[in-house]
């Protein structure tokens, strides 16, 4: 981790701007290893000429005094968006800067209009966030922050994703989640990981329609105390199905004055498509009724 002040990584991600640097490493910024570019190009598509030139007025603090003793605190805009369309998010946190800035509202600019490009997580397709921070009068922050909620993010939250951030598959296709202690990885090493992981799989195939096979398997950012993989099966019986999830609980006795354990499935859990989760009521195939859009 970094040990430079906000002000200080603030000064530094700047300053690689400036240099007319397009990439840069949110290491050299913010203490990680993620990479964040300036999206200077798609934003100059949307800007009106009034807000280019508020936030090219670029400021170096989190908060600024005018002389007339006014205060400016930060607003902080982002959404998240596929890696690829980062003009959609653009275009959404051009449009608030646009109304910022006819309204009189904008100071000067943390940071303009970038993207970030966020670590692969199970279940979710590569994604980034698209950001920038403004300078606002400290009265009209947390009326602003309401009024544009879909947008506006505490500091350091990475927004809500403004379109479907599910990977794409093909028919027959279905995700799985699984998982690894990180204590189990840590004694037994990556080879160990990759064998638990191999295990987690064998009681999925076990237990999925007959014909079911492993197509992908992805490993994942490690985000806690757990290792995960996103697993993608294909059965064409399955061609409704998006997901399943199995639960367990971890079991264990002494036998032959040895300590042995298992996980016991407590049960399974498939999402269709349409999001929802399959009932034991309901059949794979689409309803008429559902077919048609109607419950």
């Known amino acids: 981790m970094s040990n430079m002040s906000v002000e200080d990584e603030i000064e530094a991600l700047h300053k690689a701007l400036e240099a007319g640097k397009k990439d840069l490493t949110t290491a050299q910024a913010i203490g990680s290893n993620m990479e964040v570019k300036e999206l200077k190009e798609l934003s100059d598509k949307y800007l009106t000429d009034k807000a280019k030139r508020d936030v090219s007025k670029v400021s170096r603090q989190l908060t600024a005094m005018e002389k007339d003793g006014q205060v400016y605190t930060a607003l902080y805009l982002a959404v998240q968006v596929r890696n690829g369309n980062e003009d959609k998010g653009v275009r959404v946190i051009s449009d608030v800067i646009n109304e910022l800035s006819k309204d009189g509202f904008i100071h000067s600019c943390l940071s303009p209009i970038s993207s970030l490009a966020l670590v692969r997580m199970p279940l979710v397709t590569q994604s980034s966030v698209v950001f920038s921070f403004v300078l606002v009068p400290g009265g009209e922050n947390d009326r602003l922050m309401k ?149």
């Open 147 to 295: 009024k544009y909620k879909e947008v506006s993010v505490e500091e350091g939250e990475l927004g809500k994703p403004i379109e479907d951030l599910s990977p794409k598959l093909e028919e027959g296709e279905f995700l799985a989640e699984v998982t690894v202690t990180q204590i189990l990885g840590m004694v037994g090493g990556p080879g160990k990981v990759k064998e638990l992981i191999q295990q987690e799989i064998d009681q999925y195939l076990a237990i999925l329609p007959k014909g079911t096979v492993v197509r992908e398997v992805v490993d994942c950012a490690v985000t806690g105390l757990f290792i995960p993989a996103e697993v993608k099966f294909y059965n064409p019986i399955m061609s409704d199905i998006k997901q399943v999830n199995l639960d367990w609980v971890r079991h264990g006795a002494m036998i032959d004055e040895k300590y042995k354990e298992c996980n016991l499935i407590t049960g399974i859990r498939y999402t269709r498509r349409n999001g929802r989760e399959l009932l034991g009521r309901d059949n794979i195939k689409l309803s008429e009724n559902e077919a048609n859009g109607e419950e």
